[in-house]
């Protein structure tokens, strides 16, 4: 468990700084038309080209601001001490729940834009 649970704060922040490349490539070089490899691809947001554009341009934001915090939030161990079930819960809670929130934040402003 030791050696795990120092790699484990790695993760959110490894992620986070991924995030916020892929946010930058992708307001770099949005995807144009509906694609099935590149862009923020799900069913609500492959329904119409209008849709696939606002979704880029949305979702892009919200990776960098998920990105940003999980950069930010990896550095909880400080606050939480060598816990490894803290460790373990904080870290991995924070990949899952960042990237629940960019899906889940996307999603509802694509239904409420066009309803």
Do not use: H
């Not at 816990?83 to 809670?93: K, M, R, T, V, Y």
């Amino acid at each position: 468990m030791g050696f795990l649970s120092n790699y484990v704060y790695t993760i959110p922040f490894i992620c986070g700084w991924i995030f916020l490349i892929m946010s930058a490539v992708a307001t770099i070089f949005p995807p144009k038309k509906i694609n099935a490899l590149y862009g923020y691809r799900t069913p609500g947001s492959m329904r119409s080209q209008e849709r696939w554009d606002f979704a880029q341009k949305y979702s892009t934001r919200r990776m960098a601001e998920a990105g940003i915090l999980m950069i930010l939030l990896s550095s909880l161990k400080q606050v939480f001490g060598n816990s490894p079930g803290a460790e373990l819960g904080i870290g991995f809670g924070l990949l899952f729940g960042l990237t629940g929130y960019l899906l889940y934040v996307t999603e509802r402003a694509i239904k409420n834009k066009f309803k």
